[in-house]
């Protein structure tokens, strides 16, 4: 959701999540019709939080279409790094043939005490997304 609490979809429903969603690809898209819109959601690596999200817009009568991309973040921890990455890979896929859509990968993070660990992550999660391309 955003806009919180209004527009919490988990505690209000879509209804007006989804006009917040609109109001603002809406205002992208009169402004200037090239621009590309994101829908930027966390935890990329969650395929059911994405399908809930994506089709509870899509229920409430959102305006999907106005959405290009499908925006992603992760933030995975030193033991899961790895399954976080392939589970984000597989959702990228996922979303792309479900919903016709771009995925992007917009933003990673990693704790920076284990720099070693974060390199490695880092280029595991570069290789592994740029093949949903």
């Known amino acids: ?13 879509f209804s007006s999540y989804a006009k917040f969603i609109d109001a603002g690809s809406n205002a992208v898209k009169t402004f200037n019709s090239n621009i590309e819109t994101i829908l930027h959601l ?9 399908r809930w999200n994506i089709d509870g817009l899509i229920n409430s009568s959102s305006d999907f279409s106005r959405i290009d991309i499908i ?6 921890q030193e033991y899961n790094w790895i ?3 392939d589970d984000t890979y597989m959702n990228m896929l996922d979303m792309q043939s479900r919903y016709n859509k771009d ?8 704790p920076n005490d284990r720099p070693d660990i974060s390199f490695q992550f880092l280029i595991y999660m570069i290789e592994k997304t740029k093949l949903a391309g």
Not at 71 to 76: A, C, E, I, K, R
Request: hydrophobic letters at 40%; charged letters at 5%.
């Open 1 to 13: 959701g955003m806009l919180w609490p209004t527009g919490k979809a988990s505690l209000n429903g």
């Open 42 to 50: 966390s935890n990329g690596n969650n395929n059911s939080l994405y």
């Open 71 to 76: 925006g992603m973040s992760l933030y995975p």
């Open 83 to 85: 399954s976080m990455v």
């Open 103 to 110: 995925v992007m990968l917009v933003e990673v993070g990693y």
